[in-house]
């Protein structure tokens, strides 16, 4: 049974009436640069920017600051001077669930920006016995409307920020006491040594190649040596197939990557992923075979949900051969996580190990995940949230 920590209210939907621009500028997601930009804003010294800048980000990323008063080594002035006008907090937590098997699910919400009234994503850690994944949105909706994803089915409200995309990272670690120095909560399931969150993946509500930059200044942060720290081989990017920016991707991040596969032929997959329509089967394995760094120990990540009847045969195994037979390449096999309204049913369990056991003949990995948190709606393809659009 799911542990509702909160009760689960109807989100604030967006009205006219609230959509006042937020009052402070989160310093969350700044470069180095940008902070030090902002610290002479407010009078510090242009020769003592560049410092004041490193400690703050030291008591962002590596303290687990969430109020500018920790920050002991600042003047009081200028913590004084700071807080009146840029924020550290961490974003709003609306409810929290916990399922059976230790998955956790946050229904975060950030404050208006004047463009749209506060909004919600659903952020989930999976933890493992050697792990644990944080699975990070990066939009608030989706534009792609796959047709078994119940993230889908919620029309794009916006972007996430820089900002709010890494505050789902801090946030999670602040949750699960995963700051050094912090008391543990013996309550929380997770990894038998190092750190809680020691994965990120983005595969979230939303495609994180249509927040392309955003994203991408808030992994540099996480895979900085004296940011967040993770390695790159920890860090994935999903992707349904946005082909432009996977060639980005590659050369400026260098972070693992998962495509959303789903289908071998581009009939079928103009059907469940409509993105293919316009970067079809061959132009998206033309870039996955120009990521940088591919090996036996890089390999990409295909993402394939098992639908009974519609993708499940032994025909179509034998095509994903085809296809992935020169791409370093896992398969991961995802039982489908049904929801309300879908019309898809999950392939039945010896159908699946059938097809990864062909999979496995023909020399892949292809291990078929167990699904998590399926009981809190916490699955890969259940989040969703009811932030909707303002009527324009």
């Not at 920590?5 to 310093?27: A, G, I, M, W, Y």
Request: net charge neutral; proline share 5%.
């Amino acid at each position: 049974m799911s542990a509702n920590l909160e009760p689960n209210p109807q989100s604030e939907l967006v009205t006219l009436d609230n959509l006042q621009p937020p009052t402070k500028r989160s310093l969350i997601g700044l470069s180095r640069e940008q902070l030090g930009a902002e610290l002479v804003s407010v009078g510090v010294p242009e020769k003592q920017a560049r410092m004041r800048a490193s400690q703050i980000w030291h008591w962002l990323y590596i303290r687990g600051a969430v109020d500018f008063d920790q920050m002991l080594n600042l003047s009081k002035d200028l913590r004084a001077s700071l807080a009146g006008k840029y924020s550290v907090a961490l974003p709003e937590v609306v409810t929290e669930q916990v399922s059976t098997d230790g998955t956790r699910k946050w229904l975060v919400r950030f404050p208006a920006d004047g463009k749209t009234g506060p909004v919600e994503v659903e952020t989930v850690y999976i933890p493992e016995r050697d792990r644990g994944t944080l699975c990070v949105s990066s939009q608030v909706g989706c534009s792609l409307t796959c047709t078994f994803c119940h993230t889908g089915t919620q029309k794009m409200v916006r972007n996430l920020t820089t900002a709010e995309v890494l505050g789902q990272v801090l946030l999670a670690r602040h949750r699960l006491r995963d700051f050094a120095g912090m008391e543990e909560d013996f309550d929380i399931i997770g990894p038998a040594e190092g750190r809680k969150v020691s994965n990120i993946v983005m595969m979230g509500m939303g495609e994180p190649l249509f927040n392309y930059e955003n994203v991408k200044h808030a992994l540099l942060i996480a895979l900085d040596e004296d940011g967040l720290n993770f390695s790159r081989r920890r860090v994935t990017v999903s992707t349904s197939g946005v082909v432009p920016a996977i060639y980005k991707l590659g050369e400026e991040t260098r972070t693992m990557l998962a495509i959303s596969l789903h289908a071998t032929n581009d009939t079928l997959r103009d059907e469940l992923v409509p993105i293919n329509k316009k970067y079809p089967l061959d132009q998206l394995l033309d870039a996955c075979r120009a990521y940088p760094g591919l090996s036996s120990a890089r390999r990409i990540t295909f993402e394939y949900v098992m639908l009974k009847g519609v993708n499940d045969s032994i025909a179509d195994a034998h095509k994903m051969v085809e296809l992935l037979s020169d791409i370093p390449a896992k398969i991961n096999l995802i039982p489908f996580n049904p929801w309300p309204g879908s019309e898809y049913e999950c392939s039945d369990w010896k159908q699946i190990e059938k097809f990864s056991a062909y999979l496995v003949t023909r020399g892949f990995t292809a291990p078929i995940r167990t699904p998590r948190g399926r009981d809190i709606l916490a699955a890969c393809g259940q989040l969703k949230s009811e932030s909707k659009k303002a009527a324009s």
